[in-house]
Each structure stands twice: as structure tokens, then as C-alpha cells.
């Protein structure tokens, strides 16, 4: 057991599902990011990707497989929250992330991406979804570094990861020949920032984000989360590896 997690109860994670909805832009590959109702109390205020937690009829149709389910409900919630829905047969696992175990509310959320056509209108509920924008991704991670569009980190590190993308068609053929990534992050402090650290940072397995060395991290600063790479051995996969 890692050194932070001695008599520590850890929540036991909740399946949810999230699809990272393109179109091809003027500037480059766009994305479809909500805005949640500022007054919830999870992530109130926040853009998002659509999606949500795994419901009981996703995982009957799915027979029970916990990952089938997983996509039915990224391409259910899209359709609820945005009036958009993607084939099931074009969207591609991106990543799994898993909330650090110090969180009392955690999630085991599957990422996917999907194209969808261009002149389909986005409809929202006006309840848990306040506003919508279509904006390419490297705009929106400017949007999150200027303070102007707060999110949730894997929000921004999945942003950074795509951005190095030009087109749908290119994305797309990418990602099918590459291997989701597994992310559980750590979370810990330094300087009295709020640190989310990756695999291969210094301080990744004690939760000593203080710990000197390799930095693979993101840190809440300023109201923004900033993405810090530093001596990282190659073998640990990073987010801007596609820039």
C-alpha cells in the first residue's frame, strides 16, 4: 500500500462515461464543451464534456459488461444534455480515469471521442446545462489558461492531449492505433497549491508533492490548472506527447 493511503478508507468509485463530441473548424478540430448549472454542487459552473454516471438500463442493455455499458451511456448522456448523439460504431476509447482515492466522491469514468456532422443543432436542458459552445480545442484550453472557462483537470489534459491533431480524420485514425491510457492521480500540495500528480512524478507513490525530482503534474494556480513536465523519464506516457 502507498505511504499516503495508510488508514485512509477509500470510496470505492462510481462507473461513469464521457464522449469528447468533433467537427472539423475554421481553426482547426472543435469540440462541444457544456457549461454546468452553476448552483450544483459538483463541478457547478464548470465546462465539460457530456456525460455521466453509468445508469442501471445501460448496463441491462449491455448484458452486464461494465465497459459495453460505459459507451452506451457517453453516446445517452450526449443526446440528453446536448441533443447530440453519436454512432456507437464511430466513437474510440481515449482514456479511463479513475478519481484520486482521496476524494470522498470518486468516479471510474471511460473518455471516448466521436465525430459528429457539422450542421446538427446543439439543444440543451437549461437545468444541469446552463450554455454550450462548439470551439476548437486549442481556443479552449487558451479559454481555461486565461481564467475564463474553469474545468475539471482531465477536461484540460484531455484538450492538451488532442491539440496537437489538425483534422477529425486525422485524430480519429490516430487514437484507433493507440492504447487508452490508465490514469489514477494523486493528490497532494505544494507551496499551498493543490497538486494533481501523474505517473512518474517525484512524488506519485508517498502523495509528497514537495518531493524532489521528476514533475508530471498539473497545479491549480491562479484559478487555472497548469500542466508541468519536468525531467519525465520516456517511459511515462504525458499529455502534450502529440504536440
Known amino acids: 500500500m502507498k505511504a499516503h493511503l495508510k488508514n485512509t478508507v477509500v470510496a470505492k468509485p462510481r462507473p461513469a462515461s464521457t464522449v469528447v463530441l468533433l467537427r472539423d473548424g475554421e481553426h482547426g478540430v472543435e469540440t462541444l ?42 453516446a445517452r448522456e450526449a443526446q440528453e444534455e446536448s441533443g447530440l448523439q453519436p454512432s456507437l460504431d464511430d466513437m474510440l476509447q481515449l482514456s479511463h480515469w479513475t478519481t484520486p482515492v482521496v476524494e470522498s466522491k470518486r468516479f471510474s469514468t471511460w473518455f471516448y471521442v466521436a465525430p459528429v456532422a457539422y450542421d446538427r443543432d446543439v439543444v440543451i436542458d437549461g437545468s444541469e446545462i446552463h450554455d454550450s459552445q462548439w470551439i476548437s480545442i486549442k481556443d479552449a484550453m487558451l479559454g481555461h489558461e486565461c481564467g475564463d472557462l474553469g474545468m475539471f483537470p482531465p477536461t484540460y489534459l484531455t484538450l492538451i492531449y488532442l491539440s496537437g491533431y489538425s483534422t477529425v480524420e486525422e485524430l480519429l485514425s490516430g487514437e484507433a492505433e493507440t492504447i487508452p491510457a490508465e490514469v489514477l492521480p494523486v493528490m497532494g500540495k505544494a507551496n499551498e497549491e493543490m497538486v494533481l500528480m501523474l505517473e512518474g512524478d517525484a512524488g506519485y507513490d508517498s502523495g509528497d508533492a514537495s518531493k524532489a525530482g521528476a514533475q508530471h503534474r498539473a497545479t491549480l494556480r491562479d484559478g487555472y490548472w497548469q500542466y508541468v513536465v519536468e525531467r519525465l523519464d520516456e517511459g511515462y506516457p504525458r499529455f502534450n506527447c502529440k504536440t
Open 33 to 74: 464543451l457544456l457549461k454546468r448549472n452553476k448552483a450544483l454542487l459538483f463541478g457547478g459552473g464548470l465546462w465539460v464534456f457530456p456525460g455521466g454516471s453509468i445508469d442501471p438500463q445501460d448496463l441491462d442493455a449491455a448484458g452486464g459488461e461494465e465497459k459495453v455499458a460505459s459507451r452506451l451511456a457517453a
